[in-house]
């Protein structure tokens, strides 16, 4: 019987190691503006996303004098350890729309969860536009050049 009091002791010992190790945990606060910043600079790395846009609230702040660029079109909720990602993408002209999310879906919630620690609950991406390429016309420089001569 000695030997099974033993054991339980122990086991009560590491629960309440493992207890004080996620208390540590907890006290770390991350601001959502670095959260937001994390997930806009993964969303802009992803191959056909053109550029992120400012949502309807987030263009009325950049007007009145909030400056957030490195957030630009990204809206974060946090909920306790869970946080929701909503962000705003131009994307380029051709590229497979849904495709393009999936990928930006992944980078970002691997990006966020991966640097903060927090659980990523749901990515949400809206297409706000298409942006084109520009083709620039080859004749015109040959022109001017002909021209010059």
């Known amino acids: 019987m000695s030997d099974k009091k033993e054991k339980n002791t122990e086991e009560v010992v590491e629960t309440a190691q493992t207890d ?50 490195y957030s630009k079109g990204v809206k974060i909720e946090l909920d306790g350890k869970k946080v929701t990602v909503d962000i705003f993408v131009n994307v380029k002209y051709g590229v497979r729309i849904p495709d393009v999310a999936w990928a930006a879906q992944t980078a970002v919630k691997n990006a966020v969860e991966t640097m903060t620690g927090l659980e990523v609950v749901a990515v949400n991406i809206n297409v706000q536009g298409i942006i084109f390429d520009k083709v620039e016309d080859k004749k015109e420089p040959e022109e001017s050049a002909k021209t010059e001569e």
């Open 20 to 69: 004080e190790k996620v208390e540590i945990a907890t006290n770390l606060n991350i601001s959502e503006d670095v959260i937001g910043i994390i997930a806009g600079l993964a969303a802009s790395e992803v191959e056909g996303i053109a550029g992120m846009t400012l949502g309807f609230v987030d263009g009325i702040n950049q007007i009145l004098g909030s400056n957030k660029k």
